[in-house]
C-alpha cells in the first residue's frame, strides 16, 4: 500500500451484478498483489472513477475474504452513476479502508439486534458473515430490514442461507400490487420484545437518518441503554483522513471518529437541525 | 563571545540585512512582510530593502489602510490579510496525475519539490496558529506529508509585537503578544533617539548558528528591558477582548440563541474570515480531467464552511441557511475544534474582524451569544 493517503491503489471489476433496479455490487480485486487490505465490518473506502471523481462507500463483504473487496452502491450521483456502467476487467482506484466500525467483539455473548434501512444493510452484511461464521459467540441474533419496496430489497438469494442461523425479518413500506405476501410497514414496527434482552443486547442500526432516529426512539422506549445502540452517520466526506473539514458533526469528523458511533457518544448532535 | 539560549543579543538596524544574506546562502526562500497593492502581505523576498520599512497599519472592524510612519521601523504594523499558512498548507496542490492507458489508468503522485522557508516577522499569535495547524496535519492518525515537510524545513524569525492594533485580542486568547516559544529567532524592535536596533533572543540551535554570521553583540539590561517595555505597550493597547470562560460549553448550549439568526441577516457568507484565518484548514478534495479524456489530476484547495457545497449530501445541503453555517464556523474555531485538537482554534489575530466586508466582529458576537446573565436571547 503507498504511504500517501490520498493516492488511489489500482483495482480490476472481477464481478458486476445488479442487486435491484439502481443498486449493485462490485468485486474488485488488486492490480498488484498484496494490495487487500483486512478490514472491519463497518468501514468504507474511497472510490476513485476515472475522470468522473471519487465517492465513499462502505465495504459490504466479507472481512475474512481476502481475495476479493466487494462493494454494494446505489446509483444515485454522478460518480455513483458513472460506476453503474462498470463492466468486468475495468479499473477503479480504491483507498483505505477508513473508520471505525461496529462493536462486534463487545457484542459476544449478547443478544443481537441489528436494523438496516435500504442500502444500510450493505454496511451491515459484513456483521452478519462474521456472526455466521462465529455463530456460538452470540445468544439471539435478529436481523430486521426494511426497504421502500420489494423492488429495492438487497441480497434476496442470501436469505435462506442467512435464516438457518439467525432471526431474519423483512418489511416494505409499501407492498400494494400484489407482488409482496410480507411484512408492510416501518421497519420500527418489527421490534418485538421476545427477540432481545433490553439489558443484554447489542443494536447497531444503519439506514436513513429518520429511520435510524424512530428506531432509536423505540429502542431506548424498550429500555436498551444507549451505550448499547450503534449507527452508522453519513456526512460529506472528501479526504476520509480528517483533513479537509467537510464531514464535521458538532466536535466529530464522520470519517475518522466514524461513521460508526456508539449513540451516546453523539446523542447531543443526533438529528440536531443543521449542525 | 559565545551565544547561549538565555543570551539576549543586540543586532543593529545597519547589520539586520546580514540575517536576509545569511539566510540566503543555507538555502532557505526568505518570505517577508511586504508591501503589494495598499496591504502588507507576505511573499517571497531577497532583501531587507522589500520590508515594510516606516510603514504602518489601521485596522477596524471591515477596515484596513496603510499610512506612513514618522520613523524607518521595519516591524511596526500588525498583521496583515495574509498568514503564513499560504506557505505551509498552500492554497492549492496538486496531489497526483493519473493517464488513461491500455488497460484502464495509472497514478503517478505529484513529486512536489518543497521550500525550504526562513519566514521572517512572525507575530506570537501566528506562531500559536502554526502549532495549531501541526495538531491537525502532523499529530492525527493521517500525517500530511506535504505540510510536515514544509513545516520541518522552515526557519522561524519571529518577532515580538511593539504596538497592537484595533482589531487584534491575543490576550485575550492567552496567546501573545510577548514571542513565547516555536521559535528560531525572536527580535523586539527598539527605537530610542536616535538609536535603532533588534533584541534578539534565540530558540534554537540553527537559531544560534545563525546568528554567528551577523554583526551583534550582547544586549545591555536597559536595552533589554525597552524591548521588554514594547511589549507591554501592545498588551496595553490591545484593541478588543473576549471573555473565554466556559466559552465551549456556552456555544453548544446556545445552539438555538436569537443571535445567530441576527447575525446571518448582516453575514455575506462570502468566507473572507476563513480565507484570512491562520488556523482555518479545510479543503476541497477536487478531480479534474482534460479535454482529451486521458489525463485526471487531484487538486487540494481551501475551501470553506461558508459555502453551500462543504457540507452537501445527498442532493442537499446540511448547512443550508446562513445561520447555520455562521453557528459552525464559529463554534468550531472556539468551541468543538478544542474536543478535536486540545486548543482553541482561535489566536486572536483578528483578521476576521478587518477583512469581513461587513465588519462583523467575532468578539461582539460571542459577547452576545455566551451573555450568562441575558436570557432574552434565548428562544
Not at chain 2, 143 to 168: H, L, M, P, W
Not at chain 2, 317 to 327: A, F
Request: glycine content about 8%; charged content about 20%.
Amino acid at each position: 500500500m503507498r504511504s500517501d493517503p490520498m493516492c488511489p491503489n489500482i483495482y480490476t471489476v472481477e464481478k458486476m451484478a445488479y442487486d435491484t433496479h439502481d443498486t449493485f455490487t462490485l468485486e474488485l480485486v488488486a492490480q498488484q498483489e498484496n494490495q487487500i487490505v483486512s478490514f472491519m465490518p463497518g468501514q468504507f473506502n474511497m472510490m476513485y472513477l476515472f475522470g468522473v471523481g471519487e465517492v465513499p462507500i462502505s465495504i459490504s463483504g466479507d472481512c475474512e475474504r481476502r481475495d476479493a473487496l466487494t462493494h454494494t452502491i446505489r446509483a444515485v450521483g454522478t460518480v455513483t452513476n458513472e460506476m453503474s456502467k462498470l463492466q468486468v476487467g475495468q479499473h477503479l482506484g480504491i483507498r483505505g479502508p477508513y473508520g471505525s466500525y461496529w462493536p462486534i467483539h463487545d457484542a459476544t455473548g449478547k443478544d443481537i439486534l441489528l436494523i438496516a434501512g435500504g442500502i444500510g444493510l450493505a454496511p451491515l452484511r459484513p456483521v452478519i458473515y462474521h456472526i455466521i461464521a462465529n455463530r456460538s459467540s452470540y445468544n439471539n441474533v435478529t436481523v430486521l430490514y426494511g426497504a421502500r419496496s420489494c423492488k429495492d430489497l438487497l441480497y434476496q438469494q442470501q436469505w435462506e442461507e442467512w435464516q438457518q442461523s439467525l432471526n431474519f425479518k423483512v418489511t416494505v413500506d409499501s407492498g400494494s400490487n400484489g407482488d409482496w405476501n410480507g411484512h408492510v410497514g416501518v421497519v420500527t414496527n418489527l421490534i418485538t420484545r421476545k427477540d432481545f434482552a433490553p439489558h443484554n443486547v447489542m443494536v447497531m442500526v444503519c439506514g436513513p437518518e429518520i429511520m435510524m432516529h424512530f428506531s432509536i426512539r423505540e429502542l431506548l422506549r424498550r429500555e436498551v441503554k444507549m451505550d448499547d445502540i450503534y449507527v452508522s452517520m453519513e456526512r460529506n466526506m472528501q479526504c476520509a483522513v480528517g483533513y479537509c473539514g467537510h464531514c464535521q458533526y458538532g466536535a466529530k469528523f464522520v470519517c475518522k471518529d466514524g461513521p460508526v458511533f456508539c449513540y451516546a457518544d453523539i446523542q447531543d448532535s443526533f438529528r440536531k437541525r443543521e449542525l | 563571545m559565545s551565544i547561549s539560549f538565555s543570551s539576549q543579543i543586540v543586532i543593529e538596524y545597519q547589520h539586520f540585512d546580514q540575517l536576509f544574506a545569511a539566510l540566503s546562502e543555507l538555502g532557505y526562500k526568505i518570505a517577508a512582510p511586504t508591501v503589494r497593492e495598499g496591504a502588507i502581505v507576505y511573499d517571497e523576498v531577497t532583501s531587507v530593502h522589500e520590508l515594510p520599512c516606516g510603514w504602518t497599519d489601521v485596522q477596524n472592524a471591515g477596515g484596513y489602510e496603510l499610512q506612513k510612519r514618522a520613523d524607518n521601523a521595519l516591524f511596526g504594523y500588525n498583521v496583515g490579510p495574509h498568514s503564513w499558512k499560504k506557505f505551509l498548507h498552500p492554497p492549492s496542490l496538486k496531489l497526483w496525475e493519473a493517464q488513461k492507458n491500455e488497460q484502464g489508468f495509472e497514478i503517478c503522485p505529484e513529486v512536489n519539490e518543497v521550500p525550504r522557508y526562513a519566514f521572517i516577522g512572525v507575530r506570537s499569535c501566528e506562531l500559536h496558529a502554526i502549532k495549531i495547524q501541526d495538531r491537525v496535519f502532523m499529530e492525527g492518525p493521517y500525517v500530511d506529508s506535504t505540510y510536515e515537510k514544509r513545516r520541518k524545513e522552515s526557519f522561524i524569525v519571529a518577532v515580538n509585537c511593539g504596538q497592537a492594533g484595533e482589531t487584534c485580542f491575543c490576550s485575550s486568547m492567552n496567546t501573545g503578544p510577548q514571542v513565547s516559544e516555536g521559535f528560531d529567532l525572536a527580535l523586539s524592535e527598539v527605537m530610542e533617539e536616535e538609536k535603532h536596533y533588534f533584541v534578539v533572543s534565540v530558540g534554537s540551535i540553527e537559531g544560534q548558528a545563525l546568528l554567528e554570521k551577523i554583526v551583534h553583540r550582547e544586549a545591555r539590561a536597559e536595552e533589554i528591558q525597552l524591548a521588554m517595555d514594547t511589549v507591554d505597550e501592545a498588551r496595553e493597547q490591545m484593541g478588543r477582548s473576549v471573555d473565554t470562560f466556559n466559552i465551549q460549553s456556552l456555544l453548544i448550549d446556545n445552539h438555538d440563541h436569537a443571535r445567530w439568526e441576527e447575525v446571518a441577516e448582516r453575514c455575506l457568507s462570502c468566507g473572507n474570515c476563513t480565507m484570512v484565518c491562520p488556523t482555518c484548514f479545510c479543503t476541497a478534495v477536487e478531480d479534474v480531467t482534460d479535454l482529451t479524456g486521458e489525463k485526471a489530476q487531484r487538486v487540494r484547495r481551501w475551501d470553506s464552511c461558508f459555502t453551500m457545497d462543504f457540507s452537501y449530501l445527498h442532493g442537499g445541503s446540511v448547512r443550508s441557511s446562513v445561520k447555520s453555517r455562521y453557528r459552525q464556523w464559529l463554534t468550531h474555531k472556539f468551541s468543538t475544534w478544542i474536543d478535536q485538537f486540545g486548543s482553541s482554534g482561535c489566536v486572536g489575530c483578528g483578521r476576521c474582524i478587518t477583512w469581513c466586508p461587513v465588519g462583523i466582529d467575532v468578539t461582539e458576537e460571542i459577547t452576545h451569544i455566551c451573555d450568562k446573565d441575558k436570557n432574552d436571547g434565548i428562544t
